[in-house]
């Protein structure tokens, strides 16, 4: 079983960055494929990006390409999504998850997930 918190969300202009954490519970978090989505008032739950149990195998949607990177320290049981050149629409709630699938894009595939964290881009 793996618990997971996330953190670092918050308010930041159009083109700035943010840097989200989410620490994981659990002696085999390292062994877990994990993700980040995010889901905006009214709309579906949404892939962002996962990072398999290696580090070596990451995927992004579309809108995370080039501006978003994830990253994880199975030493520190975390994993990060650094956020640059935030837009407008960026604007949402983050949820770090985490499944034994193989980098996996859909929410259904995933089974532990966290409260979230708001992040909100606006001037």
């Known amino acids: 079983q793996v618990q997971v918190v996330e953190s670092g969300g918050g308010l930041v202009q159009p083109g700035g960055s943010l840097r989200l954490s989410c620490a994981a519970s659990?002696?085999?978090?390292?062994?877990?494929?994990m993700g980040w989505f995010r889901q905006a008032p009214g709309k579906e739950r949404e892939f962002v990006a996962t990072i398999a149990w290696t580090g070596r195998t990451t995927i992004y949607a579309d809108s995370a390409k080039g501006r978003f990177t994830i990253s994880r320290d199975n030493a520190k049981n975390t994993v990060y999504l650094q956020m640059n050149s935030l837009k407008p629409e960026d604007t949402a709630v983050y949820f770090c998850?985490?499944?034994?699938?193989?980098?996996?894009?859909?929410?259904?595939?995933?089974?532990?997930w966290g409260q979230g964290t708001q992040v909100t881009v606006s001037s």
């Open positions: 998850a985490a499944t034994a699938f193989r980098v996996p894009r859909r929410p259904s595939e995933y089974d532990y």
């Open positions: 659990g002696r085999t978090f390292s062994s877990y494929t």
